[in-house]
C-alpha cells in the first residue's frame, strides 16, 4: 500500500521559446543618465552583432510561471527523504541561504582591498581552522570548487611532494570499489591508474596490497568509510604499508559525514584529503551544483597548496602570493566562497558536539534500516557499516526485477531512490544512505515502501518493471537520447508529438 | 531505534573501529548557536566588508543588476534542494531548464552545443584546451596575454601534467588587441589551439574572425573565451571559434568574493563526443510526451572512469540557473539595451579619463594615469567612498600606470565624474 503519496495535478509547460513572442518584455532598465553611444561607431560595424536569433521574449508573469511550473517536476529533500548512497543528501538549512546573500557577503568583489574583506577573510580563515579540526590535518585550501576538482588539486599535491623528493612515480593505486571520479583524477594528473580488488569483506586486500605497493607507486586513493559504507579497519596498517615505500595515502572525503567528532583522518595516517562541502557540510546540491571541494592536508604539503594563502599579522588578513613552491591555481580567486559561508553557517549552529551528534544519528539510521530491510534484500557484505548501507537485488533479479526496476517503482510510493548500481563491486547495487535528518517516521515509510515492493515482486513482478506509473513524465527513452542526441531547441524539431 | 538494531548505547555503532583510531576527546569547536547569533555573526562579518561604496572593479566579476525573479526561482527548494538529474522521471524540472539553459547558451555564442555548465570560467579554459588537444591529437597551446592572468595560471596548473607547452601571445602596446603577426609566425603544426579572450582583460574587443582563419589555416583549434558576458548582447558572437569557453557571473550571479560561478564550454556539432561534463537531451517517454534525460554519459567519469574526457562530476546547475532566469527576464531586446547601456556607460566613463589603448571596448578599459600611480589614485578615491580600477601592473609591469576601469549600468554619472577628477587632479599635480 502506498501511504506517503497521492497524486496531484501538474501543469504542462513548454520550453520558454515556444512562449515568446515578439516584443514582450519583462524587464525595465533606468533612463541612462549618460549620452548613449552608437553601438557600430564605438565598436566597429563588423563587431556588432544582429539580434539574438530565437532568445526568448515573455512577459514578466510567464516568467515566474514558467519556472515554477517546471520546478513542481522535480523531487527534492524539501520534499521528502532522498537515500542517494554516497551524495549526503541532508536537509540544507535556510539560514545559510540568507546569510550568504548578506549585501557585504554576496557583493563582495574579489579584488575589493583588502582592508575593505577582512570579513570574508575572517570567514575563510575560521572556516579553514574548523576543517583543520574535523579532519585532524594541518593545513587546508578551500580553493577548489568541487570534490573531483578537490581530488585533482590533491593527487597534484602528492606529485609535487614527489617530484621534490626527486621523482614523481606513476602509478595511482584504485580499489575497485572507488567513484569514477577518482581515476578519471588520477589520470587527469598524469598517473597510470591500476585497480585493486577488495577482499572478501568490501575492504581493500592488505597483503595484496603490500605485494604492489612498490617505488612506481605515487600513492593509493582510499574512500573512508569505503562506498559499502565499512569502514576500512586496516586503515593504519594500509597507510604503513604506503608510507613504507615512500607512497602516500589519499583518502577521498565523500564519506566523511560517518566520521566527524568519531574518527580523524589524519590520526589514521591519510596525507591528503578532500571533503564535499555540498555533502558532510549540508550546502545545498541545486540540482547538480555549486559545490565545495577543499582538501586538507598534512604540513608537509603545506608549502605546495595553491596560491593565494590566507595570512594573518598585525591583527589583520592578507593574501600571501610569494610561494615558490606552490601548484599554483587551480580555480581564479579564492573558491566558491558563498558555499563557504553556508558550510561554516552549519559548523557554527552543531558547534563540536552538534556534528559530533549528527554523525551518530547518521549511522544509527543507516543500521536501522539496514536491520529492517535485510529480511527482504540481500546484503552482500556483512561487515558492519556506518552511514550507508549497500543491498543487492539478486533476490528480485530471480523474478526479472532489476535494481534499476525497484528504484523507479520507490518513486510511486513518493521517494527518490537510492543510488543504482553502485558501487561496481556490487552486482546490482542499491545504495541508500539515509542521512541524520530523517525521523524514525519517515525511516519507517521508507521501510514500509521498500518491504512492499519485494512483496509486489513476487506477486507481480511486471507492475515494477513497467514503474513508475504515477509520475507526469513515464519511463524516459534514454537510448534515442543518445542515438539522436538533440541538445537544444530548434523551431519545429520536437523528438516528440505529443503535448509537454 | 538502538533496540531494533540490537545495541544498548549509540557508542555500539562504532565498537568495529579499531581503538586506537577513534576519538577519545570532543572536537575543539565552540558549541553550537542559535539561528540569531548566526544571522548576528554573519552580519558582523559583513559590516567589516565594503559596505556603500560605488566600484569601478570588473576583471572577471561584474556589478550587475540581478533582477528578483532569479532568487525567487532559485530559492524553490524544488530546485535548491534536488541532486544531479539522473532520475529523469523526478527530475524533469531541472533538465528542462538546463536544455533551455544550453540553448540559450548556443544562441548566443553562436556555437551548435553547449554543456550544462562547468565549475567557473578559468576552469572551463583548460577544459577547452584539453579538448582541443583531444581533437587535433596535438598537445601545443597558444594563449594570449591579454587572457585573463589567473585563468592563465590555471591553465598552466591544469596542462603541467597533461605534457601540453604553454606559450604566451603579446598584445599589440597601441590597439591592445592580440598580436595577429605573432599567431601567424609562432603557429605550428603541433600547436591545438589558440587561445583568445573577447573582450579581452583590457576589454579591448579581439579580431575573432582572423584570428581563427590564422589557427585554421596550421590545423589548430580556435578557442575564443569571455568573462563579460554581457557584451553577447551586443557584440558579434565569435561564431568562427570552433570551442567557446566563458563565465556567466554577468548574468544574476552574486559577486560573492569570487564564486560560487558557472562558466560554459560550447563548441561545433562535429566535436560533440570531446565536450567534457554534463549534457542533456531531448528525448519522450514510453506514453510519447516530450522528456529530457542527461545523455552521452559515456564521455564521462562514472562510466569511463580513467578514460573520461574529464573528471568533472559537480557542475554548477543552481548557478547556470541563475543565469537562465536573468536570459528569460531580459530576453532578446533586453540583453542589448542593458548592453548598450554598459557600452554607454563605460565610453562616457572614458571620456574623463586617458584610455591607454586605441582598440574598440566594451564596459571596461586601462585608463593612464599620469604622475601618481594608480594605488595613489585609488587611495584618494576610497576616502570618498568609491573603490577604484585595478591596477595592473602585479600582471603587467610595463602598463604600471595603467588601470584597469569598469563601468556596467549601475555605475552613476556622478560617480564616474569623481573619478574623472581624482585624475585630473593627479595630472595636476604632475
Request: glycine share 8%; net charge neutral; with cysteine.
Amino acid at each position: 500500500m502506498i501511504t506517503k503519496v497521492r497524486s496531484h495535478i501538474t501543469q504542462n509547460e513548454p520550453p520558454l521559446f515556444e512562449r515568446s513572442s515578439p516584443g514582450k518584455k519583462g524587464y525595465q532598465l533606468p533612463v541612462l543618465d549618460v549620452p548613449p553611444v552608437d553601438a557600430v561607431a564605438a565598436l566597429g560595424a563588423a563587431n556588432v552583432r544582429p539580434e539574438i536569433d530565437g532568445f526568448p521574449e515573455v512577459s514578466e508573469v510567464e516568467v515566474i510561471r514558467h519556472f515554477t511550473r517546471l520546478s513542481t517536476w522535480n523531487y527534492a529533500i524539501d520534499l521528502g527523504m532522498y537515500p542517494l548512497g554516497s551524495c549526503t543528501m541532508k536537509y540544507n538549512p535556510r539560514v545559510n541561504e540568507l546569510v550568504a546573500r548578506l549585501d557585504g557577503l554576496a557583493w563582495a568583489h574579489p579584488y575589493q582591498p583588502e582592508t575593505l574583506a577582512q570579513g570574508a577573510m575572517e570567514i575563510m580563515a575560521r572556516l579553514e581552522a574548523a576543517l583543520a579540526e574535523i579532519t585532524g590535518m594541518d593545513a587546508v585550501t578551500l580553493q577548489p570548487a568541487a570534490g573531483a576538482h578537490g581530488e585533482l588539486t590533491g593527487i597534484l599535491l602528492i606529485r609535487a611532494l614527489l617530484e621534490k623528493r626527486g621523482n614523481p612515480r606513476r602509478k595511482i593505486l584504485v580499489p575497485d570499489s572507488a567513484h569514477g571520479t577518482n581515476p578519471a583524477t588520477a589520470a587527469t594528473a598524469g598517473y597510470a591508474v591500476e585497480n585493486i580488488p577488495s577482499n572478501e569483506r568490501g575492504m581493500v586486500d592488505v597483503a595484496g596490497l603490500e605485494r604492489i605497493v612498490d617505488k612506481d607507486v605515487a600513492a593509493l586513493m582510499v574512500t573512508n568509510p569505503n562506498t559499502l559504507g565499512v569502514f576500512e579497519e586496516n586503515i593504519k596498517s594500509i597507510a604503513e604499508i604506503l608510507h613504507k615505500k615512500g607512497a602516500l595515502l589519499y583518502m577521498d572525503g565523500a564519506n566523511m559525514n560517518a566520521l566527524v567528532g568519531i574518527a580523524k583522518p589524519g590520526d589514521f595516517g591519510v596525507d591528503v584529503m578532500h571533503l564535499n562541502l555540498h555533502k558532510t557540510f549540508s550546502t545545498p546540491h541545486g540540482g547538480g551544483g555549486p559545490g565545495g571541494g577543499p582538501v586538507a592536508v598534512k604540513k608537509i604539503f603545506e608549502p605546495f597548496l595553491p596560491l593565494p594563502r590566507l595570512k594573518h599579522a598585525r591583527n589583520k588578513w592578507s593574501f600571501d602570493y610569494k610561494r615558490p613552491r606552490s601548484i599554483g591555481r587551480v580555480r581564479a580567486f579564492y573558491g566558491n566562497f558563498g558555499v563557504m559561508v553556508r558550510a561554516l553557517a552549519y559548523i557554527l549552529a552543531h558547534g563540536g558536539n552538534g556534528l559530533r551528534n549528527a554523525t551518530v544519528d547518521a549511522v544509527l539510521n543507516a543500521n536501522y534500516l539496514r536491520k529492517k530491510l535485510e529480511p527482504h534484500y540481500d546484503l552482500p557484505y556483512k561487515a558492519p557499516n556506518m552511514h550507508e548501507v549497500v543491498f543487492s537485488d539478486e533476490r528480485q533479479a530471480k523474478r526479472g526485477v532489476r535494481t534499476g526496476d525497484i528504484a523507479k517503482r520507490l518513486i510511486d510510493y513518493g521517494f527518490h531512490p537510492y543510488t543504482v548500481s553502485f558501487p561496481l563491486i556490487v552486482h546490482g547495487a542499491l545504495m541508500i544512505e539515509p542521512t541524520e535528518t530523517e525521523s524514525k517516521l519517515e525511516l519507517d515509510l521508507f521501510v514500509e515502501a521498500m518491504t512492499s515492493i519485494a512483496g509486489e515482486i513476487d506477486t507481480d513482478p511486471e507492475l515494477v518493471r513497467t514503474a513508475p506509473h504515477s509520475t507526469r513524465t513515464s519511463r524516459v527513452d534514454e537510448v534515442t537520447a543518445a542515438r539522436r542526441p538533440i541538445l537544444r531547441w530548434k523551431p519545429g524539431e520536437t523528438a516528440s508529438k505529443a503535448a509537454d | 531505534m538502538l533496540a531494533a538494531c540490537g545495541l544498548a548505547s549509540a557508542e555500539d555503532l562504532f565498537s568495529h573501529l579499531p581503538d586506537d583510531v577513534r576519538l577519545k576527546q570532543p572536537l575543539a569547536l565552540a558549541p553550537g548557536i542559535s539561528e540569531y547569533e548566526i544571522v548576528d555573526y554573519f552580519r558582523a562579518r559583513a559590516a567589516e566588508n565594503a559596505n556603500g561604496y560605488a566600484s569601478f572593479l570588473g576583471a572577471g566579476v561584474y556589478a550587475h543588476y540581478r533582477p528578483v525573479l532569479v532568487d525567487a526561482v532559485v530559492s524553490r527548494g524544488e530546485f535548491l534542494t534536488s541532486y544531479t538529474p539522473y532520475q529523469a522521471e523526478i527530475s524533469q524540472g531541472t533538465l528542462a531548464t538546463i536544455f533551455e539553459f544550453q540553448t540559450m547558451i548556443c544562441q548566443l555564442t553562436g556555437m551548435d552545443v553547449a554543456n550544462a555548465s562547468m565549475y567557473d570560467g578559468s576552469t572551463a579554459l583548460p577544459e577547452a584546451a584539453l579538448m582541443a588537444a583531444r581533437v587535433t591529437g596535438r598537445r601545443r597551446i597558444l594563449v594570449a596575454r591579454t587572457v585573463h592572468p589567473e585563468y592563465r595560471e590555471v591553465l598552466r596548473t591544469y596542462a603541467r601534467y597533461e605534457h601540453m607547452p604553454i606559450e604566451e601571445l603579446a598584445y599589440v602596446p597601441e590597439s591592445g588587441g592580440v598580436n595577429l603577426e605573432q599567431i601567424e609566425s609562432t603557429l605550428d603544426d603541433q600547436t591545438a589551439a589558440v587561445v583568445i579572450q573577447s573582450p579581452n582583460f583590457f576589454g579591448i574587443v579581439e579580431q575573432v574572425e582572423a584570428a581563427a582563419e590564422l589557427a585554421h589555416r596550421r590545423g589548430a583549434l580556435l578557442v575564443v573565451l569571455f568573462t563579460e558576458a554581457v557584451s553577447l548582447g551586443l557584440l558579434r558572437p565569435p561564431a568562427e571559434a570552433d570551442i567557446v569557453a566563458g563565465e556567466l557571473q554577468s548574468f544574476a550571479i552574486p559577486p560573492s568574493y569570487g564564486g560560487p560561478f558557472a562558466g560554459i564550454i560550447a563548441t561545433k556539432e562535429r566535436f560533440i563526443r570531446q565536450i567534457p561534463g554534463r549534457l542533456v537531451g531531448e528525448t519522450r517517454d514510453s506514453r510519447g510526451h516530450r522528456a529530457f534525460c542527461l545523455t552521452l554519459a559515456t564521455r564521462e567519469q562514472h562510466i569511463r572512469r580513467e578514460k573520461a574526457t574529464s573528471n568533472i562530476c559537480t557542475n554548477q546547475a543552481l548557478i547556470a540557473l541563475m543565469a537562465t532566469v536573468f536570459m528569460s527576464v531580459y530576453g532578446k531586446q533586453g540583453l542589448r539595451e542593458l548592453a548598450e547601456q554598459n557600452l554607454a556607460k563605460a565610453h562616457y566613463l572614458s571620456s574623463q579619463v586617458t584610455p591607454r589603448f586605441t582598440g574598440p571596448f566594451f564596459n571596461e578599459f586601462v585608463a593612464s594615469s599620469n604622475g601618481r600611480s594608480p594605488v595613489e589614485i585609488n587611495h584618494a578615491l576610497l576616502k570618498k567612498k568609491i573603490i577604484g580600477g585595478l591596477p595592473l601592473k602585479q600582471w603587467y609591469p610595463e602598463l604600471e600606470n595603467g588601470m584597469l576601469l569598469c563601468a556596467t549600468e549601475m555605475t552613476r554619472r556622478e560617480q564616474m565624474d569623481e573619478v574623472g577628477r581624482a585624475f585630473q587632479a593627479v595630472e595636476r599635480v604632475a
